[in-house]
């Protein structure tokens, strides 16, 4: 299949150049299969029926006759070596039947049918011709048929992918209008619990401060509800798997580790408290970098390695595979780094030191300035 694509890559007319050539080799190939000398006049009726296949993409009919007239006057020189196949008849007839119009293509039949039986020395003869005649017919028209077909098949293709595309758009466009709406209720429920809170604040400073205390405690809590709220779903928009649970944090990584058979996680240091976002562009980055591991480096084996330092976070993902696409930067490696910059921090990739497998090395910033054990 390889070789056809390649051949329909090629010029037509470095095609037909090349057809030519072996048309006119094949019928002269009799001349060199026996120790005698033919007379040279032979040869132009070879010729005759051989080289008008230059042209016949843009002559087809013409061609064919051409060829068709040509043919006799080998039997009329006569004393020549017999041709099992012309050749450039099949070619002829069979340009005729992919590239005519349905008229020329039944004005060639009677023509054909005429001329062989006015030419044909004997009835073998005659029958020989016609069944040469149909099977280049029929394998012309069997070409444009399957050319209609796969034409056919194709934009059949290319409208079920456009159907598909406004189907996922109009999932997006819902998708956002439900967001949005979320968000709106979101913001309008924290602001008001907020405004109401703010406006009992100053008199309750005045009379009764716990209350006041309280007010504060509460503003600053629903602020912080509806930021991580908000979060999420900006989160949603932004991912393109659309994932409507929690996002995840650095406790799921060993779960997410133990999914790969050939990667084990090793974690040093002193465990930090990190901001969200930095804990889900952790989890993420693992995520793809063992994706990279299972789907593009042929890894045996691979090491998840989470090292706390005094306000960082550095992940680690080896492998002894070739990495993404050879070690390219695939679109996984690029949402890596572009992960680790939204946090403030940074992302290499590449071989291994060794040049025996794959390495990405991220490091994330705290992001809080608390420390627990």
């Known amino acids: 299949m390889a070789l056809l694509d390649r051949l329909r890559a090629l010029p037509p007319p ?13 019928q ?4 060199t299969s026996a120790d005698q000398a033919w007379p040279a006049a032979l040869l132009l009726p070879v010729l005759a029926a051989s080289l008008p296949v230059l042209l016949r993409r843009r002559f087809p009919v013409t061609v064919m006759l051409a060829v068709l007239i040509a043919i006799p006057f080998y039997d009329i020189i006569g004393d020549g070596p017999n041709q099992p196949i012309w050749y450039g008849w099949m070619v002829a007839v069979y340009t005729v039947a992919y590239r005519s119009p349905p008229v020329l ?15 044909a020395g004997s009835l073998d003869t005659y029958v020989r011709g016609m069944a040469t005649w149909v099977a280049a017919y029929a394998l012309g028209r069997v070409a444009v048929l399957t050319r209609q077909q796969s034409l056919t098949l194709q934009e ?13 758009e109009r999932a997006v466009q819902r998708e956002r209008a439900r967001i949005a709406r979320d968000m709106h209720d979101i913001l309008a429920h924290a602001v008001s619990l907020m405004v109401v809170q703010a406006e009992s604040g100053p008199l309750a400073v005045r009379t009764r ?12 809590a629903s602020g912080r509800d509806a930021m991580g709220q908000l979060r999420r779903m900006l989160g949603l928009l932004k991912d393109a798997k659309g994932e409507l649970g929690p996002q995840p944090t650095l406790d799921r990584i060993p779960e997410l580790v133990e999914r790969v058979s050939q990667a084990t996680l090793v974690e040093t240091g002193t465990r930090l408290e990190l901001s969200h976002d930095v804990e889900v562009a952790a989890y993420r980055i693992v995520q793809e970098s063992l994706t990279n591991v299972v789907k593009h480096s042929g890894a045996r084996s691979a090491e998840v390695r989470l090292v706390w330092e005094r306000d960082a976070l550095r992940v680690t993902v080896t492998d002894d595979g070739r990495g993404p696409l050879g070690g390219g930067g695939g679109q996984g490696l690029i949402g890596i780094r572009e992960r680790a910059a939204a946090c403030g921090g940074h992302a290499v990739f590449g071989p291994t030191p060794t040049g025996r497998g794959f390495q990405v090395m991220v490091w994330l910033p705290q992001g809080l300035a608390e420390v627990h054990g």
């Open 14 to 26: 470095l095609v037909d150049l090349g057809l030519t050539v072996a048309v006119l080799a094949a």
């Open 156 to 168: 059949r293709a290319m409208r079920l992918e456009r159907e598909r595309e406004l189907a996922a």
């Open 105 to 119: 293509r039944l004005a060639t039949i009677a023509v054909t049918a005429a001329g062989m039986l006015l030419v």
């Open 28 to 31: 002269l190939a009799p001349f």
């Open 209 to 220: 401060p716990e209350r006041a205390e309280a007010a504060f405690e509460a503003i600053a």
